[in-house]
């Protein structure tokens, strides 16, 4: 592990870490394989908001944080639709599923 120190990501103050995996030479494989794994967490919203990673044995992956908002949200969001009714119910019930196989 290692530790890459603060540094701004699309304009907010990130805290990066670098994990380094070393994978042993297999046998088709005369040299290690070297994996990465990069993140950098938002000190502020203490989320991650740009991930990279760097692995031969399955490609590079770029994840990050696009679009953010910091402003109020609307407060249509959480309001109660007019329409909307509770019921009081007792007994007993059952709930069903399926599984589908992918």
Request: net charge negative; hydrophobic share 35%.
């Amino acid at each position: 592990m290692e530790d890459l120190g603060i540094h701004p990501v699309n304009g907010l103050p990130a805290r990066g870490t670098r994990y380094t995996t070393v994978i042993p030479p297999a046998d088709s494989n005369s040299a290690p394989l070297i994996a990465t794994v990069e993140t950098w967490e938002s000190t502020e919203l203490h989320i991650v908001i740009l991930s990279r990673s760097y692995d031969p044995r399955t490609g590079d992956r770029t994840v990050f944080l696009k679009n953010l908002t910091r402003s109020e949200p609307d407060p249509a969001l959480f309001r109660v639709p007019a329409d909307f009714q509770t019921r009081d119910e007792t007994g007993e019930f059952q709930i069903a599923f399926t599984l589908q196989k992918q």
